[in-house]
């Protein structure tokens, strides 16, 4: 018998979300004969333990008992038990510097690490996450900065809402004004950010419309990186080129930024790529933009505005052109910022339910049964004490 423990998010503040409801649990448990599922008790948690308990899961102190251990974001080092199988988001393939001691003590406790953003398909699409509820709620946040910025209607923040039908009844009485999105990306974030555009109805239109006409009601435009970069040389555009050789490329974002109101990043970045714009366009007369909901947060990145992320608890701040800093929000001179980097932890019931249903459907077979695709040993991070081939590039990152 396996045994499956959902552990505590220890890791500060705390994450409300869970990789199984008490409902999957149940489900897991029906679907994998001689699997048990317990869960470790949390006071944060999205669900309680006594929702748990009365679906007959047991709620432990000790997960020790378990043999997979499954969580959501970074585990800290001093709750890390030697030995396990653990699954959760580690960020640590990019070798990001915060979380080098975390994978130097599971290779050192013989912890065998099974990333969730490396979890992907043969043709290379990631197979689990949390992208689609980020990019609902960023764009969530470009309304509600808008209202409060000119005082024209007021949202709740989606966190103060008891889950993604209140967000959205909240609309109901509303009308948009007449405002231009820019939405720049192609992902599952930003097919976020389009579901719920999709959903206000607000009308989309192609980039030549969006910047040679204008609108009597709310409308959106999606960009791609070949809508906004160009090469250097004048030659013909080359998605995979670009991403290898950023450095050979330049932004051509400006006619954007010159008649968009509203902008929500949901692109892919990574360092070499040029910034949308510079601090100085930023100080020109007809630089448009007026409040920026930043979804993928890099810092630095491709906004200069970005100066840090926010909390869910102080989403916003104003940033000053003129001055290169951060002001406070909603005057009419600054640029409100949105920069919360943990954005789908707003709707923790309704983004659980759809992480815990493609955990069930898509990777615990091949966990529990049988890994005859190799998904799960293309996403083992760490193995028996020491990196897996696949991610022997970390190394010197651990060194």
Request: charged fraction near 25%.
């Given at each position: 018998?396996?045994?499956?423990?959902?552990?505590?998010?220890?890791?500060?503040?705390?994450?409300?979300?869970?990789?199984?409801?008490?409902?999957?649990?149940?489900?897991?448990?029906?679907?994998?004969?001689?699997?048990?599922?317990?869960?470790?008790?949390?006071?944060?948690?999205?669900?309680?333990?006594?929702?748990?308990?009365?679906?007959?899961?047991?709620?432990?102190?000790?997960?020790?008992?378990?043999?997979?251990?499954?969580g959501v974001k970074e585990v800290p080092v001093a709750d890390l038990v030697a030995d396990k199988t653990y699954l959760f988001f580690s960020h640590t393939i990019k070798k990001?510097?915060?979380?080098?001691?975390?994978?130097?003590?599971?290779?050192?406790?013989?912890?065998?690490?099974?990333?969730?953003?490396?979890?992907?398909?043969?043709?290379?699409?990631?197979?689990?996450?949390?992208?689609?509820?980020?990019?609902?709620?960023?764009?969530?946040?470009?309304?509600?900065?808008?209202?409060?910025?000119?005082?024209?209607?007021?949202?709740?923040?989606?966190?103060?809402?008891?889950?993604?039908?209140?967000?959205?009844?909240?609309?109901?009485?509303?009308?948009?004004?007449?405002?231009?999105?820019?939405?720049?990306?192609?992902?599952?974030?930003?097919?976020?950010?389009?579901?719920?555009?999709?959903?206000?109805?607000?009308?989309?239109?192609?980039?030549?419309?969006?910047?040679?006409?204008?609108?009597?009601?709310?409308?959106?435009?999606?960009?791609?990186?070949?809508?906004?970069?160009?090469?250097?040389?004048?030659?013909?555009?080359?998605?995979?080129?670009?991403?290898?050789?950023?450095?050979?490329?330049?932004?051509?974002?400006?006619?954007?930024?010159?008649?968009?109101?509203?902008?929500?990043?949901?692109?892919?970045?990574?360092?070499?790529?040029?910034?949308?714009f510079t601090k100085e366009e930023m100080k020109r007369s007809d630089f448009n933009i007026k409040v920026i909901s930043d979804i993928t947060c890099d810092i630095p990145g491709?906004?200069?505005?970005?100066?840090?992320?926010?909390?869910?608890?102080?989403?916003?701040?104003?940033?000053?052109?003129?001055?290169?800093?951060?002001?406070?929000?909603?005057?009419?001179?600054?640029?409100?910022?949105?920069?919360?980097?943990?954005?789908?932890?707003?709707?923790?019931?309704?983004?659980?339910?759809?992480?815990?249903?493609?955990?069930?459907?898509?990777?615990?077979?091949?966990?529990?049964?049988?890994?005859?695709?190799?998904?799960?040993?293309?996403?083992?991070?760490?193995?028996?004490?020491?990196?897996?081939?696949?991610?022997?590039?970390?190394?010197?990152?651990?060194?």
């Amino acid at each position: 018998m396996k045994t499956i423990a959902i552990i505590n998010e220890g890791k500060q503040p705390p994450d409300l979300r869970t990789p199984l409801t008490p409902e999957q649990c149940e489900v897991v448990m029906q679907k994998f004969p001689g699997t048990k599922v317990v869960v470790q008790a949390s006071k944060h948690r999205c669900y309680s333990n006594e929702a748990y308990a009365k679906r007959g899961i047991k709620v432990v102190d000790d997960v020790s008992v378990a043999d997979i251990l499954l969580g959501v974001k970074e585990v800290p080092v001093a709750d890390l038990v030697a030995d396990k199988t653990y699954l959760f988001f580690s960020h640590t393939i990019k070798k990001q510097a915060h979380n080098r001691k975390l994978l130097r003590a599971i290779i050192k406790k013989n912890i065998t690490l099974i990333d969730y953003e490396t979890l992907v398909w043969e043709a290379g699409n990631r197979i689990i996450g949390f992208g689609r509820f980020a990019g609902i709620v960023g764009a969530h946040y470009a309304f509600t900065m808008w209202g409060k910025k000119y005082a024209s209607f007021f949202l709740k923040q989606a966190s103060l809402c008891a889950d993604m039908n209140e967000m959205y009844a909240q609309y109901r009485e509303i009308i948009l004004p007449p405002i231009k999105i820019v939405l720049c990306g192609d992902g599952r974030v930003a097919h976020g950010a389009i579901e719920m555009m999709k959903k206000l109805k607000i009308h989309h239109v192609t980039p030549e419309e969006f910047l040679e006409n204008t609108y009597d009601h709310a409308v959106y435009v999606q960009l791609r990186s070949e809508d906004y970069y160009q090469r250097k040389d004048g030659s013909e555009w080359d998605k995979s080129d670009f991403y290898k050789h950023p450095q050979d490329y330049k932004s051509s974002f400006a006619p954007y930024y010159k008649v968009a109101d509203v902008m929500i990043n949901a692109v892919f970045w990574k360092e070499g790529i040029e910034p949308f714009f510079t601090k100085e366009e930023m100080k020109r007369s007809d630089f448009n933009i007026k409040v920026i909901s930043d979804i993928t947060c890099d810092i630095p990145g491709p906004l200069p505005s970005t100066l840090r992320s926010t909390t869910i608890e102080n989403p916003y701040y104003g940033y000053n052109p003129l001055l290169e800093k951060e002001v406070m929000p909603f005057s009419p001179e600054v640029v409100d910022i949105q920069s919360v980097g943990n954005l789908p932890c707003e709707l923790p019931v309704d983004a659980s339910k759809e992480f815990g249903d493609h955990l069930i459907r898509h990777v615990l077979p091949y966990l529990l049964i049988d890994d005859t695709e190799g998904i799960i040993s293309g996403a083992t991070i760490a193995s028996n004490g020491s990196l897996t081939a696949k991610y022997s590039y970390l190394q010197d990152y651990i060194e």
